[in-house]
């Protein structure tokens, strides 16, 4: 597609439960990004993959977070056993290769809002 | 560790009026650094990206910044604001060879009649 696709936008779910939230990077970048962006906060480093390389996970803040991607397509970003503080903006972003060390720019979808009530 | 600090979290101004969003960041090391704005309710969009080369970089919407190493800076600056600009402004900088895109907490730019 022409741009980064997150589902849901919006997700309001209860504590406890496990949400997916899903992203289709543009195609033909290799690299994909998850972060959180919490209310009036900056954006939280989550996951990295780069092509069939393993991801780097160092950003899941515990084990109730994961994420999979599947070759260079879909990334699914899996929250289990929900809790408040998981409230938040998340949001994929997708570049050619590695954005940083080739300068490549960093394509952010719109996010998927995440409420835990 | 890389660090990316915004020392601004609200700046208010009026419309027409030059602005100035301040960015530090903590490495000795080659670093890439990037300007995002995020538009109420909006995705994140690149503004402008240092990667080498000149220290004044230009970008979309009449924005540009300033490589500074000495001062470990990277300041956005536009000249002439409009109500248009009024959104959330995120400084955030990739080490060399590093993965991850390490952002600043973000300035919320407010511009008023």
């Known amino acids: 597609g022409a741009g980064v696709s997150q589902s849901p936008s919006n997700k309001v779910t209860e504590k406890g439960k496990d949400v997916e939230l899903r992203c289709d990077p543009i195609?033909?970048?290799?690299?994909l990004y998850w972060y959180r962006q919490r209310l009036g906060q900056g954006l939280e480093f989550l996951i990295y993959f780069q092509g069939n390389s393993a991801p780097d996970k160092s950003g899941l803040p515990s084990d109730r977070f994961s994420a999979e991607r599947t070759g260079e397509s879909v990334s699914t970003l899996t929250i289990q056993r929900t809790q408040q503080e998981d409230s938040a903006v998340y949001l994929c972003a997708s570049s050619l290769a590695t954005g940083g060390s080739l300068g490549n720019t960093i394509y952010f979808g719109e996010g998927s809002w995440l409420t835990v009530v | 560790a890389q660090s990316v600090t915004q020392l601004d979290s609200q700046v208010p101004v009026f419309e027409e009026a030059p602005v100035e969003l301040r960015c530090n960041y903590s490495s000795s090391v080659s670093v890439y650094l990037f300007w995002y704005v995020q538009y109420p309710n909006q995705g994140l969009q690149l503004l402008l990206k240092y990667l080498s080369g000149s220290t004044l970089v230009k970008g979309i919407n009449g924005f540009e910044a300033e490589f500074n190493k000495s001062q470990t800076s990277f300041h956005l600056r536009k000249p002439s604001v409009h109500i248009s600009d009024t959104a959330e402004y995120f400084c955030?900088?990739?080490?060399?060879?590093?993965?991850?895109?390490?952002f600043g907490t973000g300035t919320q730019l407010k511009v008023e009649l």
């Open positions: 955030a900088a990739f080490t060399g060879g590093g993965n991850k895109l390490t």
């Open positions: 195609s033909g970048h290799t690299a």
